[in-house]
């Protein structure tokens, strides 16, 4: 986040979304972790059906975020006073933290699998950080480059 200080220092209701973010991005993985190693030790999945399991991961965190984003957007926006500019970063924030959370909550226990590592030790550690990152960095350049389209200078 030091990388963004500047933006935060200039636009601090940023800050008030990034532990919901976080947060987010950590349930959705860790769900997604959980459903495919649940179905990996059951047998009812296998190596072989990591492409179609994590493509539906996927598919269903984007329509997961593509929901909230239209919910918690307008909800900050009208309900809470965030600015317009802000409502719209959550917004958008939403559909990608989400696909991203989903996309690698549910490909890596496949990769532990495939490498030989136990999954269940690694995966979820691994997706939380990766997506705590990936995340907050996501979330960062949406708003500089929602800023600029609003026409604000940072």
Known sequence: MNGF???LSKQIELAY???LMAG????TGGQAVGTVLSALSAGVISKKDAVGVVSKEALSGLFMGVILGALVGPI???GMGISVHVAT???VTFPLLSTIASLLGSSL???CVMLGLDPAVIAAPAMTSFVDVSGLLCYFLIANKIFRLFGMEL
Request: hydrophobic share 30%.
């Open 109 to 111: 226990p496949f990769v």
């Open 76 to 78: 900050s926006h009208y």
């Open 5 to 7: 200080e500047h933006t």
């Open 89 to 91: 970063v959550v917004s």
């Open 17 to 19: 979304f990034v532990p």
């Open 24 to 27: 987010h991005g950590g349930n």
